[in-house]
């Protein structure tokens, strides 16, 4: 016998949940149709389930088998029965049974997350970015809801020109600001339009994110990796460069001046990827590469540190000869209205306002961190800066500490998960410490401390 049946009508009227009890034995489909949908969070905890007479009648089976599976179910945890209150759903049902145990095992895994990444967004300003958002809607004219400029909004270009003026010591005005959703966006826009304007090759770091590696060549642009050492990144042959010159990512370091300029003197165009510029702890942030020559750099900056991933809001600062190309490739921008939002975010104060809280609280995390990774002998590399550093661990106790940290509930990215090619004598943890949020990030240090420990 094979059953594909739907829930009883009423149920499903309620919950439309499908309940697929293929096979030739009905208890056990039952029981694992029922595992499946708690599991996979379509019926979730204190949901209350027919009756086991109802349920048997409308799927035509026999009572008794339902009542077994509600039996089972309820032993293992996945459901409750209270007399007078039926069967439902249990608080922590999805842990239980095998099954559960692996998903459990995977949550526990991932409760500490000390990867790179992402900033802390439980500190996203919510409150100020609500009341930014409600004035930029009121005094928004019509038009601006339109398809408009696909270099973004006017107001957002001017506020963010002045700002990375001021800021990073960007030289540039409104015009040569572009919009886009995400420094992976714009990257991908900039070299589509280098391709199409003759450009072959791509150099970036031997050290970065492999996604951005991957959205250059899939524009059919071939990498050459630049070695780095304690200056940063050597300068190569190639048509372009893609840089971190303010803080080198993953590694940390910043891009020697005299660097800087044999890059900016080879004539070939340069990417700055500005990703954590505001953040710096040690002293005034070195200015942006793209001052020494705006007409070879392009800048990029994004939101998705500053703010948070989720705002999907990044920004280029581009030559003026590659502006139409790039904007030509520029595709499904963020929207009017979060455009808008950030504008009077900025021009009102709120933008530094936020940077100046959050950079304070990142700083103390690294204190904290550098203080924990000193009494196990430990040191950080790099700057004093972002939201990430590395610690040195020998290749040979790397997969040790791993099974540990995993044991421990935490995970951590070695060096290894963003190098293009081996690099001897390199190698070690990448640790993020923009999260987990601050009432989590004790227990993180902690955890992290038993693991390292010797
Ligand atoms: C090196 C680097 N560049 C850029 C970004 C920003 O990427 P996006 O704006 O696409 O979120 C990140 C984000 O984590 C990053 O680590």
């Given at each position: 016998?094979?059953?594909?049946n739907s829930m009883p009508e009423a149920w499903a009227k309620s919950l439309d949940l499908h309940l697929d009890?293929?096979?030739?034995?009905?208890?056990?489909?039952?029981?694992?149709a029922?595992?499946d949908a708690i599991?996979d969070g379509r019926l979730h905890?204190?949901t209350r389930l027919p009756?086991?007479?109802?349920?048997?009648?409308d799927?035509?089976?026999?009572?008794?088998?339902?009542?077994?599976?509600?039996?089972?179910?309820?032993?293992?945890?996945?459901?409750?029965?209270?007399?007078?209150?039926?069967?439902?759903v249990?608080?922590?049902?999805?842990?239980?049974?095998?099954?559960?145990?692996?998903?459990?095992?995977?949550?526990?895994?991932?409760?500490?997350?000390?990867?790179?990444?992402?900033?802390?967004?439980?500190?996203?300003?919510?409150?100020?970015?609500?009341?930014?958002?409600?004035?930029?809607?009121?005094?928004?004219?019509?038009?601006?809801?339109?398809?408009?400029?696909?270099?973004?909004?006017?107001?957002?270009?001017?506020?963010?020109?002045?700002?990375?003026?001021?800021?990073?010591?960007?030289?540039?005005?409104?015009?040569?600001?572009?919009?886009?959703?995400?420094?992976?966006?714009?990257?991908?826009?900039?070299?589509?339009?280098?391709?199409?304007?003759?450009?072959?090759?791509?150099?970036?770091?031997?050290?970065?994110?492999?996604?951005?590696?991957?959205?250059?060549?899939?524009?059919?642009?071939?990498?050459?990796?630049?070695?780095?050492?304690?200056?940063?990144?050597?300068?190569?042959?190639?048509?372009?460069?893609?840089?971190?010159?303010?803080?080198?990512?993953?590694?940390?370091?910043?891009?020697?001046?005299?660097?800087?300029?044999?890059?900016?003197?080879?004539?070939?165009?340069?990417?700055?990827?500005?990703?954590?510029?505001?953040?710096?702890?040690?002293?005034?942030?070195?200015?942006?590469?793209?001052?020494?020559?705006?007409?070879?750099?392009?800048?990029?900056?994004?939101?998705?540190?500053?703010?948070?991933?989720?705002?999907?809001?990044?920004?280029?600062?581009?030559?003026?000869?590659?502006?139409?190309?790039?904007?030509?490739?520029?595709?499904?921008?963020?929207?009017?209205?979060?455009?808008?939002?950030?504008?009077?975010?900025?021009?009102?104060?709120?933008?530094?306002?936020?940077?100046?809280?959050?950079?304070?609280?990142?700083?103390?995390?690294?204190?904290?961190?550098?203080?924990?990774?000193?009494?196990?002998?430990?040191?950080?590399?790099?700057?004093?800066?972002?939201?990430?550093?590395?610690?040195?661990?020998?290749?040979?106790?790397?997969?040790?500490?791993?099974?540990?940290?995993?044991?421990?509930?935490?995970?951590?990215?070695?060096?290894?998960?963003?190098?293009?090619?081996?690099?001897?004598?390199?190698?070690?943890?990448?640790?993020?410490?923009?999260?987990?949020?601050?009432?989590?990030?004790?227990?993180?240090?902690?955890?992290?401390?038993?693991?390292?420990?010797?």
């Amino acid at each position: 016998m094979v059953r594909s049946n739907s829930m009883p009508e009423a149920w499903a009227k309620s919950l439309d949940l499908h309940l697929d009890l293929s096979g030739t034995r009905v208890r056990s489909a039952l029981e694992s149709a029922l595992r499946d949908a708690i599991r996979d969070g379509r019926l979730h905890p204190g949901t209350r389930l027919p009756s086991s007479r109802a349920l048997a009648a409308d799927l035509g089976i026999a009572r008794n088998t339902v009542a077994e599976v509600y039996s089972q179910l309820v032993a293992a945890g996945w459901l409750t029965a209270q007399t007078g209150a039926g069967t439902s759903v249990a608080a922590q049902a999805a842990a239980a049974g095998p099954a559960g145990s692996a998903r459990t095992a995977a949550a526990r895994q991932l409760r500490y997350d000390l990867r790179p990444g992402e900033p802390d967004v439980s500190s996203f300003p919510r409150r100020e970015w609500l009341a930014a958002a409600r004035k930029a809607l009121a005094a928004a004219p019509d038009h601006v809801l339109g398809y408009g400029d696909p270099r973004g909004l006017p107001e957002l270009r001017t506020a963010l020109a002045e700002y990375l003026a001021r800021a990073r010591g960007v030289v540039t005005d409104p015009d040569r600001v572009l919009i886009c959703s995400g420094y992976a966006a714009g990257l991908a826009a900039v070299s589509r339009a280098l391709r199409a304007s003759g450009a072959r090759t791509v150099a970036v770091e031997e050290y970065g994110h492999r996604l951005h590696r991957d959205i250059i060549t899939a524009q059919g642009l071939d990498l050459r990796l630049l070695p780095i050492d304690d200056r940063g990144a050597q300068a190569g042959d190639a048509d372009a460069a893609v840089l971190t010159p303010a803080h080198q990512f993953p590694l940390g370091m910043t891009l020697d001046p005299r660097r800087r300029r044999a890059f900016t003197d080879r004539g070939a165009i340069v990417i700055e990827d500005d990703y954590d510029g505001e953040f710096r702890y040690d002293r005034q942030p070195v200015g942006a590469m793209q001052a020494l020559a705006p007409d070879r750099v392009v800048y990029a900056g994004t939101a998705s540190k500053s703010l948070a991933p989720g705002v999907r809001l990044a920004w280029l600062v581009v030559p003026p000869q590659l502006a139409d190309g790039i904007t030509a490739e520029l595709t499904g921008g963020p929207s009017a209205i979060d455009q808008l939002t950030l504008a009077g975010f900025i021009t009102h104060g709120e933008y530094d306002r936020h940077i100046r809280r959050v950079r304070l609280a990142y700083r103390r995390r690294r204190d904290r961190l550098v203080t924990a990774l000193l009494g196990l002998g430990l040191e950080l590399t790099g700057i004093s800066a972002g939201l990430h550093a590395v610690v040195n661990i020998r290749t040979t106790q790397l997969s040790r500490l791993e099974a540990r940290a995993r044991d421990h509930g935490l995970a951590l990215d070695t060096l290894a998960v963003y190098a293009a090619r081996a690099v001897p004598d390199r190698s070690g943890l990448v640790i993020g410490y923009g999260h987990p949020p601050e009432h989590a990030y004790t227990t993180a240090l902690a955890r992290l401390c038993a693991v390292l420990a010797p």
